[in-house]
Nanobody
Framework: QVQLVESGGGLVQAGGSLRLSCAVS????????VGWFRQVPGEEREFVTV????????LYADSVKGRFTISRDNSKNTVFLQMNSLKPEDTAVYYC?????????????????WGQGTQVTVSS
């Protein structure tokens, strides 16, 4: 059974930082890219960032570039999202997702497995 479990969300003031984790089990971690997406109620789920299976490639949404950093530890089957200089508009439920293969994608339909999400709230 494949599981992706996010943690690390919470309430933070604008300008602050949070570090999200995504613990993955039940699949061959090294063969999957892992992405982070976020969603606000009433809106589409949007791409945030993705990291390749090797960790050598990553993509970021323009809105988070320079503030967020994605990384992975293949020995622990875990992906991390370091979020700095947080803004109120970063408030959302953050989901991690896994996709099989060497390519990386910003498209939600490309991802086979999803976590349940973790709430991030940034106060002004």
């Amino acid at each position: 059974q494949v599981q992706l479990v996010e943690s690390g969300g919470g309430l933070v003031q604008a300008g602050g930082s949070l570090r999200l984790s995504c613990a993955v089990s039940g699949l061959t971690f090294r063969t999957h890219s892992v992405g982070w997406f976020r969603q606000v109620p009433g809106e589409e789920r949007e791409f945030v960032t993705v990291i390749s299976w090797s960790g050598e490639s990553a993509l970021y949404a323009d809105s988070v570039k320079g503030r967020f950093t994605i990384s992975r530890d293949n020995s622990k089957n875990t992906v991390f999202l370091q979020m700095n200089s947080l803004k109120p508009e970063d408030t959302a439920v953050y989901y991690c997702a896994a996709a099989l293969g060497v390519s990386i994608s910003t498209v939600t339909s490309r991802y086979e497995y999803w976590g349940q999400g973790t709430q991030v709230t940034v106060s002004s």
